[in-house]
């Protein structure tokens, strides 16, 4: 039995695409955080499973409630702007009916700005666990940027997870000013430090790297704008973090 877990925030304009794909599912697992756009009655008429759990500590801690829901042997764990492409989806079907002792898969996401693909720079496509056996996969604590963890042999699977991250240019800001403030929460919890020169030069390092170093120019427009935006959620996290250490 397979059941797709995945949490939500006003997400009704992607669960349809999303959960359409994952129709195979035995289960739909939904923990939302307070949608006010419909998100959960939309997630409840799809045929989902819907928990309502308000209190945020953080994506780790979301996702690892949302997986304690989870029913059957396997796991599969999306977030709402993720997409399975049909080679994905036989492979994601093959791996639950198989009597192997593989524990989990990871599948290659790509990610689209604006609906442009990107092959480059800090948006280039990148292998994810997604897959796994319930009770040997589990979600890291971290507040942001968390992933699974899995217990035991990692195999990949053929086809494609679309991501598609960013629907617009004031979408990603938004989104990068959650992430920087839920990340310097953690880097201060931690006794991490924004010091003179960190705040000076990480804005061009970041860009560096993305568009020199990891070819994000070879993305154009939509590479550079990823390079900056993804720039400044990295000042913007240290930022925020100094803010917090003068309180």
């Not at 739909?28 to 928990?51: C, H, P």
């Not at 195999?155 to 629907?167: C, N, Q, V």
């Not at 240019?169 to 938004?174: D, E």
């Not at 990480?202 to 070819?215: G, H, M, Q, T, Y």
Request: hydrophobic residues 40%; neutral net charge; proline residues 1%.
């Amino acid at each position: 039995m397979l059941s797709v877990v995945m949490i939500t925030r006003d997400a009704a304009h992607l669960l349809k695409r999303t959960l359409s794909a994952v129709s195979f599912a035995d289960a739909i697992i939904v923990v939302d955080s307070g949608s006010t756009d419909g998100t959960r009655e939309l997630a409840e008429e799809l045929g989902a499973k819907v928990y309502l759990q308000e209190e945020w500590q953080g994506y780790g801690h979301q996702k690892s409630y949302a997986l304690s829901k989870a029913e059957g042997d396997w796991v599969l764990l999306l977030d709402a702007d993720e997409v399975v492409d049909d080679t994905l989806a036989a492979g994601i079907q093959g791996a639950v009916q198989s009597k192997g002792s593989v524990a989990g898969y990871s599948m290659r996401r790509v990610n689209y700005y604006c609906g442009a693909r990107l092959r480059f720079g800090n948006g280039r496509p990148s292998y994810v666990e997604r897959l796994f056996q319930r009770e040997k996969g589990r979600v890291s604590d971290h507040r942001v940027h968390e992933r699974v963890l899995v217990d035991g042999v990692v195999e990949r699977l053929e086809g494609e997870l679309h991501h598609y991250t960013t629907e617009s240019l004031s979408h990603r800001v938004l989104k990068g000013d959650t992430y920087a403030t839920t990340a310097a929460e953690e880097l201060h919890r931690q006794g991490e430090h924004a010091g003179v020169l960190k705040l000076l030069f990480i804005f061009p390092l970041s860009v560096f790297r993305d568009l020199i170093l990891k070819a994000g120019i070879l993305d154009g427009r939509s590479g550079i704008i990823m390079a900056m935006t993804g720039a400044f959620y990295s000042f913007s996290k240290y930022a925020k973090l100094w803010e917090l250490r003068k309180k």
